[in-house]
């Protein structure tokens, strides 16, 4: 079975700080997606990313970056400098590959980030 | 372009009524999902539309159905709604890439 597990609930930090947000991920199949979206407080979800299982390049955008991992099945998200403006829950998901249609994604919980001032 | 659109923003039902919730995709995008969202945690998968066939069902009761129309847009049906029920419904399109959300429908079971 598919799963996503992020173990971070919530996150404080300050602006300015960087910080990580951690993603473990189970699944049986060799080919597959994983995902990050942030959801802000008006509960919209807002893509950020997806990479391959084939793809292990870390990526930056930005002030942002991600972290692939197979051989510890792990896709961190890092925030360089973090602003007020990235306060929202941040979730993690994992896809089949081959659904060229696209659809069901599996979630973790979130991940709740509050960047204060 | 748009983005997904969702119909109504926020509703109110009570226990044992029966509920339609609408989605409009983004132009070209021919996939539609959906989604449920309890407050605290992530969404959980309802159904997956391509081409006005069903193409993935998660594990929810019969009592939710969906379809998807000619223009592709979709509808999701909740019959003899429980106080489970309430949650945020998530519509997502797609085109062969990420799923792209729309904004949500706040179901509110009293």
């Known amino acids: 079975a598919q799963k996503v597990t992020q173990a971070q609930t919530e996150i404080s930090v300050v602006e300015k700080e960087d910080v990580t947000l951690d993603c473990v991920y189970e699944?049986?199949?060799?080919?597959?997606?994983l995902f990050w979206y942030k959801q802000p407080p008006s509960g919209e979800l807002v893509f950020l990313i997806r990479?391959?299982?084939?793809?292990?390049q870390n990526e930056i955008s930005g002030r942002y970056s991600w972290n692939f991992q197979k051989s510890t099945s792990s896709f961190n998200f890092t925030i360089t400098a973090s602003q007020v403006v990235d306060s929202a829950v941040y979730f993690c998901?994992?896809?089949?590959?081959?659904?060229?249609?696209?659809?069901?994604?599996?979630f973790g919980q979130g991940t709740e980030l509050s960047v204060k001032p | 372009d748009a983005g997904v659109t969702q119909s109504p923003t926020h509703l109110i039902k009570t226990r044992g009524q029966q509920v339609t919730l609408r989605c409009s995709p983004i132009?070209?995008?021919?996939?539609v999902s959906w989604y449920q969202q309890v407050l605290g945690q992530g969404p959980q998968f309802i159904f997956q539309?391509?081409?006005?066939?069903?193409?993935g069902r998660g594990n929810f009761p019969d009592r939710f159905s969906a379809r998807q129309f000619p223009n592709y847009s979709s509808e999701l049906n909740v019959n003899a709604l429980l106080l489970g029920d309430s949650a945020l419904y998530l519509c997502?399109?797609?085109?062969?890439?990420?799923?792209?959300f729309g904004p949500g429908t706040r179901l509110t079971v009293t």
């Open positions: 997502a399109s797609s085109r062969a890439g990420p799923e792209y």
């Open positions: 132009s070209g995008h021919k996939s």
């Open positions: 699944t049986r199949d060799t080919t597959y997606y």
């Open positions: 998901a994992l896809s089949e590959m081959g659904l060229n249609q696209g659809g069901k994604l599996i």
């Open positions: 539309y391509y081409e006005k066939e069903e193409r």
């Open positions: 990479r391959n299982s084939f793809d292990e």
